[in-house]
């Protein structure tokens, strides 16, 4: 396996850490992009990976994103990640996610840990047992913390009704064509509140069974989970894993927005400027999905409460409208113009 230095995603990250536990089982990876802005904070992802060059991957991609992520909310922190290895069977126990909150604990507060995917509320709880570097804990009514989830479904709705009145000119999801590609925490959420809306939604999910449960409770069709990015819409939503933005799946699209809460849904950088030539209205992932981070960073740097989360979340449609207005005056891609803005803030213009 090539040193980290060589991965291609690999972007000058002040440190990554692998680590062992025998007998737990607990193989993590854990990478500190930036700590420029604060201490690396950014969630703990449970997956299973085919080649374990890939989980290095998805660390180095995604403590950069949290890096561009809490610098374009306005907190004051680094950004990081960290990556717990799966087995085929999906086993994970409370001496591994243990062994884990040790492995954080040993890195001093250089980097602070939340949930990701495959991670749970009661998961953290059982990493906080052995580490103080944690957030996203169960917390009292009223107050910032707690999952994450949900606040990242409220400031990705809140963006794509900030899409929608940049190509539509008004500020409402009915009648909306809205083509959501993956209903879990996040996704789910979000369609919950489009539907509320009365957006007329496709939902497509790895797992049909619950794509199936969502569609019947909100009115919803289904589509399956790669013919969602084929889907004659006018939105189309993406907030299961990332990637699916590429060279193909571009030229297919059949939207005039995309606007989802999956992190890096860019395959390539080049892909950006694809979507930008066909035309397409993009919502740098890192942005419109700061809603978890800003809650469960706010608890963990003890400054908020639920409102003062809120009241920032609200703010994400501004940032999106900047990163647009500038994209059209500059000719530039959206994700690029973010990117930039996002450097110049943790000091890598």
Known sequence: MAAVWDFADFDDHEHVHMFTDRASGLKAVVAVHSSHMGPAA??????????????????????????YKNAMAGLPLGGGKAVILADANGRKSPEMLRAFGRAVQSLGGQYVTAEDVGISLPDMVTIGQETRFVCGLPVENGAAGGDPGPFTALGTYLGIKAAIQQYFGYDRAKDVRVAVQGVGSVGGNVARRLAAEGAILTLADANVDRAKALADELGAEVADAQAILTQDADVLSPNALGAVLNVNSIDQLRVPIVAGAANNQLATPEDGQRLHDRGIIFAPDYVINAGGIINVGLEYLGQGSREEVEARIGQIPERLVEIWTESQASGRPASVVADHMAQAMIGRA
């Open 42 to 67: 950014g969630g703990a992802r449970f997956w299973h990976y085919a080649h374990k060059a890939d989980a290095i991957t998805d660390a180095l991609r995604l403590s950069r994103g949290m890096s």
